[in-house]
């Protein structure tokens, strides 16, 4: 069944590598953006000030509601096979919830080859590339990813697929607004923290994580299909 | 196998759309429910397979009430609407998929089940691409491959061409013979008329 998930992505993996490549050549080549400081506009971790910044850190999220988007519908939508099989409304959320954190490695994945085929393209020197920092980023990249997956999924057993997509957007604009502001330890970007602050920030996201999750669970076992 | 369904009344915002049904479903008969579009019979089996809960009143399968001590129906095989599957996927992958959750068939048996509704297996055509008929028998052999007891069926030959019915129909007079539970809704008077030995006619929610 991961294989499957997995393999029925394959064509929006190369449109949604193809975007970041350009994104990130647009970036990096047309407003001169520091390498890893790309990648962070993407999470909305950096001060989206100019509009080439706010449009890709918008891609970025349009992109993962994107690649998110089959897997939430073969799961809440028309799921009779899917539900009767496995027995438990709560299972079949589980599953879905398992395959949204999977699509979101596979998304950091992509983020992953698509800086290093730019950075390559630019001439940028990838090994002067703090190990840590690109570390730290990637996991907290993908905790912002997961806050923002599971909000489509819990608008997705809600509502229906526009107000989904609205809502997304929402949260994109709510994210270029949030960068801009200071909200320190309780944002969900991975904008630059010091240590400790980044470990109590990783701590409420976690919570944030876990408060979705929740409300993932609650929600579709009360709803009908 | 003793399908019970007990004063089952369902409300949608204010809209009556089942009301007091009463009903006996046993093994070894096909059932017909007829009646106009929205007179509820989509409704009627979606509580039966347990995807709804009555507003009043129960519905329970050897004793057993749904939502109470059981989730869903055992042993069922369901077709309601267009399932919604991976539609990057080709049949058989997604058929795969499906018979992976419980593990009872093998892949040489779908194979089987695809070439009796013509379809090619071996085909590497994505769902999307597939015609509404060819969606439509997938969804059939999803509800039957793994052999289940009962099979809840909406409108099962919408779609469907001539020899694909007459094939159906005898596999389901065969499926009577061994002894499960059939329920189906259907608009073509010929089926319910060729395969069903008790009908049950509503209308705007209610039993005639
Ligand atoms: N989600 C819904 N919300 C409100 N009413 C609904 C909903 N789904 C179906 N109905 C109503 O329930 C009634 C029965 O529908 P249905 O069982 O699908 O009819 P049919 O006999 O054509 O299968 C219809 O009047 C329909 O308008
Ligand atoms: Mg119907």
Do not use: W
């Not at chain 2, 004063?7 to 049904?21: A, P, Y």
């Not at chain 2, 939502?67 to 991976?86: Q, R, V």
């Amino acid at each position: 069944m991961t294989k499957a998930i997995i393999k029925n992505g394959r064509f929006k993996y190369g449109i949604t590598l193809c975007s970041l490549i350009v994104t990130f050549l647009m970036l990096i080549k047309i407003e001169g953006v520091d390498a890893l400081d790309a990648v962070r506009v993407l999470f909305g971790g950096y001060p989206l000030r100019r509009m080439i910044l706010i449009l890709a850190f918008v891609m970025s999220i349009a992109l993962l509601q994107y690649l998110n988007l089959d897997s939430i519908m073969c799961f809440l939508r028309k799921n009779t096979c899917f539900l009767i099989r496995y027995k438990k409304r709560k299972t079949l959320i589980y599953k879905l919830l398992k395959y949204i954190f999977l699509i979101n490695i596979v998304f950091i994945g992509l983020i992953v080859i698509a800086f290093g085929i730019s950075a390559v393209v630019c001439g940028l020197d990838i090994f002067g590339i703090d190990v840590f920092q690109a570390l730290e980023l990637g996991f907290r990249g993908y905790i912002m990813c997961i806050c923002c997956s599971l909000i489509q999924v819990i608008s997705m057993i809600k509502t229906d697929e526009a107000n989904t997509f609205m809502t997304m957007i929402a949260i994109s604009v709510l994210g270029v607004f949030l960068s801009r502001i200071k909200i320190g330890i309780f944002t969900i970007f991975p904008s630059k923290m010091i240590i400790n602050e980044m470990y109590i920030n990783l701590l409420i996201c976690s919570l944030y994580i876990i408060a979705e999750i929740y409300f993932c669970i609650m929600m579709f076992q009360k709803k009908e299909s | 196998m003793h399908i019970k369904v007990e004063t089952l009344t369902k409300t949608l915002k204010d809209c009556v759309v089942l009301k007091d049904i009463n009903l006996d479903f046993y093994s070894g008969k096909i059932y017909g429910i007829v009646g106009n579009n929205g007179s509820g019979k989509t409704m009627l089996l979606r509580s039966i397979a347990g995807l709804i809960r009555p507003t009043e009143g129960t519905v329970s399968v050897d004793g057993k009430v749904l939502h109470k001590d059981i989730s869903f129906p055992p042993e069922m095989g369901i077709i309601i609407e267009k399932p919604e599957l991976l539609e990057q996927l080709s049949g058989l992958e997604n058929l795969k998929i499906l018979a992976d959750i419980k593990k009872s068939i093998s892949q040489e048996q779908i194979i089987e089940f695809m070439k009796m509704f013509s379809l090619d297996p071996y085909s590497k055509k994505p769902l999307k691409k597939y015609s509404l008929g060819m969606k439509q028998k997938i969804g059939i052999i999803q509800a039957i491959m793994e052999n289940q007891k009962l099979l809840i069926l909406d409108e099962p030959f919408n779609a469907l061409d001539e020899s694909t019915v007459v094939m159906l129909r005898n596999l389901f007079l065969d499926y009577k013979k061994e002894d499960k539970l059939i329920i189906i809704t259907s608009h073509h008077a010929d089926d319910i008329s060729i395969l069903c030995d008790e009908i049950v006619s509503l209308q705007e929610g209610i039993m005639k």
